[in-house]
């Protein structure tokens, strides 16, 4: 399966603890994306990132959260210190080209459930 | 900022019929997307539009790139059981960031 890999499928963590969420991007993909997606809501952009570089961290709290895309290995979402509200389902997704050249659209990963006790 | 408008939020259908729902957006896009996604799972992508005025199909499903730019629309014509999910559109800005749909739940009643 060529597809974007997240891991783990479900994460459960208890307030104060660390969260780290992984994402390989498709075969070929230089681009990560990050969302959040509460239930019943519509996704909601968190981070973008090209190898090594962060691009557009707009939609991500500036507190606690963090993202890196190194030159080898996965992309990671981290949350420090996780408090309840940051139960969620979060998907990665990839592309082959920017966003703004728009000729390659976002493939999704399955999601991982963040569930904090 | 950007907002995607779906329409509408949710639809009750028996299955055979044909469904339509749009996607509207304060500003101009250059590419359109179409995702569905089934409970627990991704989004998954349906069709991509690249054109202002293209018709593109996939199987049942057919969407259309509005003139304007600011709108998309898509169509599922003789629906199944399978058909049911929450459908997104979605599209890049010319900047760095994808915009998604608020959603439109599709259910379909056999």
């Known amino acids: 399966n060529a597809g974007v890999m997240q891991n783990p499928r479900h994460l459960v963590r208890r307030r104060g603890q660390e969260a780290r969420l992984r994402c390989s991007p498709m075969k070929g993909h230089s681009h990560v994306y990050w969302y959040r997606q509460l239930p019943e809501e519509g996704l909601k952009f968190m981070v973008y990132?090209?190898?090594?570089?962060?691009?557009?961290e707009s939609g991500m709290p500036k507190e606690r959260f963090s993202a890196e895309f190194p030159k080898e290995g996965p992309s990671i979402l981290r949350i420090q210190q996780v408090v309840r509200g940051d139960s969620a389902a979060y998907f990665c997704?990839?592309?082959?080209?920017?966003?703004?050249?728009?000729?390659?659209?976002?493939?999704f990963g399955d999601g991982t459930r963040l569930s904090i006790l | 900022g950007q907002q995607l408008n779906q329409s509408p939020q949710s639809m009750f259908i028996q299955e055979g019929e044909d469904v339509s729902m749009n996607c509207t957006s304060s500003s101009i896009f250059n590419t359109w997307l179409w995702y569905k996604q089934d409970p627990g799972e991704g989004p998954v992508l349906l069709i991509a539009l690249y054109k202002a005025g293209e018709l593109t199909s996939n199987g049942r499903l057919t969407a259309q790139f509005g003139i304007t730019r600011k709108d998309s629309f898509l169509n599922i014509s003789a629906s199944i059981p399978s058909d049911v999910g929450i459908y997104f559109c979605a599209g890049p800005n010319t900047g760095n960031q994808f915009y998604f749909g608020t959603g439109t739940s599709l259910t379909v009643i056999p």
């Open positions: 990132l090209q190898k090594e570089n962060i691009i557009d």
């Open positions: 997704a990839s592309s082959r080209d920017s966003p703004g050249q728009g000729t390659q659209p976002q493939h």
